[in-house]
């Protein structure tokens, strides 16, 4: 426990044998503590580690104050909750194998977004408030309870009335987390009333499904649920909310959540080819098997790079560039993160060819999952570099050469994605014109091969333009990630006119 200057700390007493005086010293001492707790306990909470059994939540990042602020890491029970999301990736991953049609993709897609709707509204929580306590993390077990019995019922529509069900425990918990802090925090109380009624819409919606019962009810409520979550989101931030009514978030702490979740999604692809093999009878542990899982790895690691090239310090990160960039921020992850689980599964069919040889060749749903999710994640990537950089690179100051490389990285950036929906296209036609097998090591290796061939291209043009540019492209190597001087735009328009970002301070002097 961290002790302010005003308590004596090289005062604090053990045993009896000290001073009349000196004990009386520790016994005051003792007091100040508790009436510091006591205090902390009715809205002065620290972070200090300190858990009381009720405190009231708190704004993490002041609009008024002058300076930035610091950064928070996530904590341990944002993590646990990360190990119940790996569970929910893999049921999720196998529920889309087992049906891999229309009905089974439409199941695939609303249980994905539902998902990510509980995580992310718990998320975008914690990086706008302190609440640690007991009382919390009692609501966040109920939470983890309803999300866990979520995971256990993700199987299509077959356990569509047990789904249903666990969402309404998971959203009940997150009503009260949210009515708590309206309770305490006046000046969030506009936004709060927004975010409580589309969590009150959710759980309304599935108790109709419950009550109606029927595979075309829960298809309808579902897809309304996830339309309804993302309307009112978009529809109150952008034209309803008042500046003054909007409640910044930590930018750090939410972009690492979002890096988290990734890590999650991409950690289901490497179970596809690693863990679920483990009892592989030796003469199946053939020279194409280690070949597949190589590029597997590979692919998979070669995402991350591609993800983690250009994370951009807070100054001009999408969610601080405007409350229209940071929405559409968010959106593109949940398509990106959608698109690699369902690559995963793609993986998934690989394998098994590889390793039965009853099934030794893919069909073309199964090839179309693998390239087309892909196609989507490398569409992602692009969008959310447009969301960060467009506008901002390259700068005025760049010299030709300099600005010729960039538009290189633009270009680079811009048609990669197009190269799996070929891929993709041309498997789908031979397969279907001229009768040839879809063997799975080449779609694997053309997989990983574009996939790695694009990270590493681009990552020669950020080792030239560290080099050769002086408008302040550097290289952060604590974060691993390019890092942009905040002078590239010393007067942008752009962020001048939407001043309020979408969780974080007005730009600064030098953002502005």
Not at 25 to 53: C, F, K, N, P, T
Not at 457 to 482: P, R, Y
Request: hydrophobic residues 50%.
């Amino acid at each position: 426990m961290r002790f302010s200057a005003a308590i004596p700390t090289d005062k604090i007493l053990f045993g009896a044998s000290a001073a009349p005086g000196r004990i009386q010293e520790g016994h005051e001492l003792i007091w100040a503590v508790v009436d510091r707790l006591d205090g902390r306990a009715y809205g002065e909470m620290s972070e200090d580690g300190v858990r009381l059994l009720y405190a009231k939540p708190r704004i993490i990042v002041d609009l008024d104050a002058d300076e930035e602020y610091e950064e928070k890491a996530a904590q341990w029970w944002e993590l646990f909750l990360d190990l119940m999301y790996v569970a929910a990736a893999s049921n999720l991953a196998d529920a889309l194998k087992d049906e891999l049609d229309r009905e089974g993709a439409l199941a695939y897609v609303l249980m994905f977004s539902i998902f990510f709707n509980g995580w992310l509204f718990y998320t975008l929580h914690q990086t706008r408030f302190v609440a640690n306590s007991m009382f919390h993390l009692g609501l966040f077990y109920v939470f983890m309870l309803g999300t866990a019995l979520m995971v256990v019922n993700c199987s299509a529509f077959e356990f569509a009335h047990g789904f249903s069900a666990a969402c309404i425990i998971q959203r009940v918990a997150l009503l009260l987390l949210y009515a708590d802090t309206y309770a305490h925090v006046p000046r969030a109380r506009m936004a709060l009333t927004i975010w409580i009624q589309i969590i009150s819409v959710a759980v309304v919606g599935f108790i109709l499904a419950l009550v109606l019962d029927s595979a075309k009810a829960y298809k309808l409520i579902w897809t309304g649920t996830v339309l309804l979550d993302a309307y009112f989101h978009l529809h109150h931030h952008l034209f309803r909310m008042p500046e003054e009514h909007r409640v910044p978030l930590n930018i750090d702490h939410c972009a690492e959540r979002f890096s988290c979740m990734l890590l999650v999604i991409l950690g289901e692809s490497i179970v596809s080819c690693v863990i679920n093999y483990r009892d592989l009878p030796q003469d199946a542990r053939s020279y194409t098997y280690y070949a597949v899982m190589a590029l597997t790895l590979l692919m998979v690691f070669a995402l991350a790079l591609i993800y983690y090239m250009l994370l951009p310090p807070r100054a001009i990160h999408a969610m601080r560039r405007s409350v229209v960039t940071g929405s559409a921020f968010v959106l593109m992850h949940q398509i990106m993160l959608c698109a690699l689980l369902g690559m995963g599964v793609g993986v998934k069919f690989v394998m098994i060819a590889v390793t039965d040889d009853a099934i030794d060749v893919l069909t073309i749903p199964e090839m179309l999952l693998l390239f087309v999710c892909l196609s989507i994640a490398m569409l992602s990537f692009f969008v959310i570099r447009l969301l960060h950089f467009w506008g901002r690179q390259p700068t005025p100051k760049d010299e030709p050469k300099v600005r010729k490389l960039k538009y290189a990285w633009w270009a680079l950036v811009g048609v990669w994605w197009l190269i799996p929906l070929i891929f993709a296209v041309a498997g789908a036609m031979l397969k279907h014109q001229m009768k040839l097998r879809i063997e799975p090591f080449p779609c694997m290796l053309l997989a990983c091969g574009t996939i790695f061939i694009y990270s590493f291209l681009e990552t020669i043009l950020a080792h030239v333009l560290v080099h050769v540019s002086e408008d302040g492209l550097g290289m952060n190597s604590q974060h691993g990630a390019i890092q942009f001087k905040r002078s590239i735009r010393a007067s942008t328009d752009q962020d001048q006119l939407c001043p309020a970002s979408y969780g974080s301070f007005p730009p600064t002097q030098s953002d502005s």
